[in-house]
């Protein structure tokens, strides 16, 4: 019965929501038109339908962040998705009205009253409030209670049928078990460091063949031979002249990086009081505790209680005290802003100080790093009137600060400029013959580039990579050697029923469950393990790891465990939650069909008219 009224609540609620959709309105709606269509004996209003429509763009402009054009929401079919819900509904109301179900005066009254757009500032309801806002929806009082009663009882209807269906118990004991049971394995791990490179060298023509067997692995990929010019900072910084006056103000602006006192790195434990705190002082200095301990008896953490570093003067009165002790030194009762407080010195940081003259050429760098950057803004507009005026590569070369250069760009060059990601990426784009562009380069530099030829991939000849192909067959051979080691190892243990002698030592993982996840092994190794019965074998494979794995036991679920009989409540309520709605959903479905449906497509192309 619980669970009955529970669902009976969600439907009041959704019912609710559906009556909150008139909070959308639909002005400019009038005139003698009054429904769309009805279904069975109840008419479709047109302004239900409007707002309806209305809500549904507004709640996909919500998702989206962008306006909907009605074009383009009739393109996506919300107009046709708000009309069959509105069908729906209407026919669950005809429904109700057929079985003689309604609800009573109170009923409707208390749930207006709890309407908050219906309330003033203290809370009580507000007539004028109440009839300011149905006369704006275009609503009379009779009107928007009925749709009220209306979808109180179909809320009532929706929960009886819903509320028939009961939790399927043993289904969801059934899955909680599967879910909850374990198995224990031992295993083994088979690398290429197990095989012993190729006895014998490859015979004459097998690197050719095997170079011809696999091209993909000696092709060059495609590449793009690339003109281009750019001007970093860099560049100008050598030309750029700095004064030492701004040098000087940089300084002091920066003073208190160059120069800065002595710090701590200290914990601080507050105490409820000096009694308190002289107590834990005196358990560490007989050994009786330890700070760390002292700390997880407050049930906090370390990180909770670091100042990190700190001066003497940003301990206040506890400064004196702690720039006394040592490293590893505990100290207090001190004051401090949460009270009295032990101190742990963690690490003693010592003062620094870095004249002007000693600091002077990472602020000249700095410096004339900026203006070089200034420099480069300011010859922006000449350079974009450039290439806009037609200038080419060579032209921009001959005729501005911009250095030229070639590249052969291909995917994982990131020499030279293409150590800039700006220029890889504008190069994996651009194709012969696009317009010159000026880009922007990460540390404020500028660039242009052209692509003056593609050269497509291809097969790298066999002279030019022979110690590639040696190396790709030896690696070949090899992984071919392992996967015969793994066979022989898996019949082995098949007919001997273990692991033996000759293997590499065993892993073992117990309580593996279906959502166990086991690090540095294969992620298809636990699923495939759950296939197969005890004493079974799986063999699994990722990269140039094998693993062999043995299922040793199988553990079922313990039904006295909180955790399984917690999953086969959450299996349940699922499970029944969507039975209920295939439940709902037959029995719409079986409403509508023999519920007769009769729409005015001129009047709802009227309201979609008044939309656009």
Same mark, same amino acid.
């Given at each position: 019965?619980?669970?009955?009224?529970?669902?009976?609540?969600?439907?009041?609620?959704?019912?609710?929501?559906?009556?909150?959709?008139?909070?959308?309105?639909?002005?400019?709606?009038?005139?003698?038109?009054?429904?769309?269509?009805?279904?069975?004996?109840?008419?479709? /209003?047109?302004?239900?339908?409007?707002?309806?429509?209305?809500?549904?763009?507004?709640?996909?402009?919500?998702?989206?962040? #962008?306006?909907?054009?009605?074009?383009?929401?009739?393109?996506?079919?919300?107009?046709?998705?708000?009309?069959?819900?509105?069908?729906?509904?209407?026919?669950?109301?005809?429904?109700?009205?057929?079985?003689?179900?309604?609800? @009573?005066?109170?009923?409707?009254?208390?749930?207006?009253?709890?309407?908050? $757009?219906?309330?003033?500032?203290?809370?009580?309801?507000?007539?004028?409030?109440?009839?300011?806002? *149905?006369?704006?929806?275009?609503?009379?009082?009779?009107?928007?209670?009925?749709?009220?009663?209306?979808?109180?009882? /179909?809320?009532?209807?929706?929960?009886?049928?819903?509320?028939?269906?009961?939790?399927?118990?043993?289904?969801?004991?059934?899955?909680?078990?599967?879910?909850?049971?374990?198995?224990?394995?031992?295993?083994?791990?088979?690398?290429?460091?197990?095989?012993?490179?190729?006895?014998?060298?490859?015979?004459?023509?097998?690197?050719?063949?095997?170079?011809?067997?696999?091209?993909?692995?000696?092709?060059?990929?495609?590449?793009?031979?690339?003109?281009?010019?750019?001007?970093?900072?860099?560049? *100008?910084?050598?030309?750029?002249?700095?004064?030492?006056?701004?040098?000087?103000?940089?300084?002091?602006?920066?003073?208190?990086?160059?120069?800065?006192?002595?710090?701590?790195?200290?914990?601080?434990?507050?105490?409820?009081?000096?009694?308190?705190?002289?107590?834990?002082?005196?358990?560490?200095?007989? @050994?009786?505790?330890?700070?760390?301990?002292?700390?997880?008896?407050?049930?906090?953490?370390?990180?909770?209680?670091? *100042?990190?570093?700190?001066?003497?003067?940003?301990?206040?009165?506890?400064?004196?005290?702690?720039?006394?002790?040592?490293?590893?030194?505990?100290?207090?009762?001190?004051?401090?802003?949460?009270?009295?407080?032990?101190?742990?010195?963690?690490?003693?940081?010592?003062?620094?100080?870095?004249?002007?003259?000693?600091?002077?050429?990472?602020?000249?760098?700095?410096?004339?790093?900026?203006?070089?950057?200034?420099?480069?803004?300011?010859?922006?507009?000449?350079?974009?009137?450039?290439?806009?005026?037609?200038?080419?590569?060579?032209?921009?070369?001959?005729?501005?600060?911009?250095?030229?250069?070639?590249?052969?760009?291909?995917?994982?060059?990131?020499?030279?400029?293409?150590?800039?990601?700006?220029?890889?990426?504008?190069?994996?784009?651009?194709?012969?013959?696009?317009?010159?562009?000026?880009?922007?380069?990460?540390?404020?530099?500028?660039?242009?580039?052209?692509?003056?030829?593609?050269?497509?991939?291809?097969?790298?000849?066999?002279?030019?990579?022979?110690?590639?192909?040696?190396?790709?067959?030896?690696?070949?051979?090899?992984?071919?050697?392992?996967?015969?080691? $793994?066979?022989?190892?898996?019949?082995?243990?098949?007919?001997? @029923?273990?692991?033996?002698?000759?293997?590499?030592?065993?892993?073992?993982?117990?309580?593996?469950?279906?959502?166990?996840?086991?690090?540095?092994?294969?992620?298809?190794?636990?699923?495939?393990?759950?296939?197969?019965?005890?004493?079974?074998?799986?063999?699994?494979?990722?990269?140039?790891?094998?693993?062999?794995?043995?299922?040793?036991?199988?553990?079922?679920?313990?039904?006295?465990?909180?955790?399984?009989?917690?999953?086969?409540?959450?299996?349940?309520? #699922?499970? @029944?939650?969507?039975?209920?709605?295939?439940?709902?959903?037959?029995?719409?479905? /079986?409403?509508?069909?023999?519920?007769?449906?009769?729409?005015?497509?001129?009047?709802?192309?009227?309201?979609?008219?008044?939309?656009?």
């Amino acid at each position: 019965m619980a669970k009955s009224r529970k669902r009976i609540g969600t439907w009041i609620i959704l019912g609710l929501l559906f009556v909150g959709l008139m909070g959308f309105g639909a002005t400019g709606l009038s005139g003698s038109l009054r429904s769309i269509g009805s279904v069975g004996d109840k008419e479709i /209003r047109v302004t239900d339908y409007a707002r309806e429509l209305t809500g549904q763009i507004r709640a996909f402009e919500a998702q989206t962040g #962008q306006p909907l054009p009605f074009a383009d929401a009739q393109a996506f079919g919300i107009d046709r998705f708000a009309l069959s819900r509105l069908v729906a509904l209407r026919a669950l109301d005809n429904e109700v009205s057929r079985l003689g179900l309604s609800v @009573g005066d109170t009923a409707v009254a208390e749930q207006v009253l709890s309407i908050p $757009a219906f309330r003033d500032l203290q809370g009580n309801f507000d007539r004028e409030a109440y009839d300011f806002a *149905l006369d704006r929806q275009g609503l009379n009082e009779a009107e928007f209670e009925a749709s009220i009663r209306e979808d109180i009882a /179909r809320t009532f209807l929706q929960g009886a049928v819903e509320a028939g269906v009961p939790e399927p118990e043993a289904y969801a004991a059934i899955l909680a078990r599967f879910a909850g049971e374990s198995r224990d394995i031992r295993y083994i791990r088979l690398t290429p460091d197990l095989i012993d490179l190729p006895a014998e060298p490859p015979r004459p023509g097998d690197l050719e063949a095997f170079h011809a067997a696999n091209p993909e692995r000696f092709t060059a990929p495609e590449v793009k031979r690339i003109d281009y010019v750019w001007l970093t900072p860099d560049m *100008l910084q050598d030309s750029v002249e700095v004064d030492e006056e701004a040098l000087r103000a940089l300084y002091e602006t920066r003073s208190a990086e160059f120069n800065r006192p002595e710090r701590r790195l200290v914990d601080r434990l507050g105490m409820p009081d000096a009694a308190a705190a002289e107590d834990a002082l005196a358990q560490i200095a007989v @050994g009786a505790a330890t700070f760390d301990t002292l700390v997880a008896e407050r049930g906090i953490r370390l990180d909770d209680i670091d *100042l990190g570093d700190v001066t003497e003067t940003d301990l206040g009165a506890a400064g004196a005290g702690v720039f006394a002790a040592g490293v590893g030194e505990v100290v207090g009762p001190l004051p401090s802003d949460i009270g009295p407080a032990l101190f742990r010195i963690n690490a003693i940081l010592d003062a620094t100080e870095i004249g002007f003259e000693d600091a002077l050429p990472d602020l000249r760098e700095e410096l004339a790093a900026e203006r070089a950057r200034r420099v480069i803004d300011q010859q922006r507009e000449t350079l974009s009137d450039l290439i806009a005026g037609g200038a080419d590569i060579a032209e921009l070369a001959a005729e501005t600060d911009l250095e030229a250069g070639q590249i052969d760009f291909s995917e994982g060059v990131a020499d030279g400029i293409a150590a800039y990601s700006a220029f890889r990426d504008a190069a994996a784009a651009a194709r012969p013959g696009d317009f010159l562009e000026l880009f922007e380069l990460e540390d404020g530099g500028v660039f242009a580039l052209a692509v003056t030829e593609v050269v497509p991939p291809q097969l790298r000849p066999f002279e030019e990579v022979e110690d590639e192909v040696l190396a790709a067959w030896v690696e070949t051979e090899i992984r071919a050697e392992l996967d015969i080691l $793994a066979e022989r190892y898996a019949t082995l243990i098949i007919e001997t @029923g273990d692991f033996t002698a000759e293997m590499p030592e065993p892993e073992t993982a117990t309580g593996l469950t279906r959502r166990s996840f086991l690090a540095d092994l294969p992620p298809g190794l636990v699923e495939e393990v759950f296939g197969i019965s005890p004493g079974g074998l799986a063999m699994v494979e990722e990269g140039d790891l094998i693993v062999l794995a043995r299922l040793e036991a199988v553990h079922g679920a313990d039904a006295d465990d909180p955790d399984v009989a917690a999953r086969a409540e959450a299996i349940g309520s #699922q499970a @029944g939650a969507a039975m209920a709605a295939d439940l709902m959903s037959a029995f719409m479905t /079986r409403i509508q069909e023999r519920t007769e449906v009769a729409l005015d497509q001129a009047a709802i192309t009227a309201v979609h008219s008044q939309l656009q």
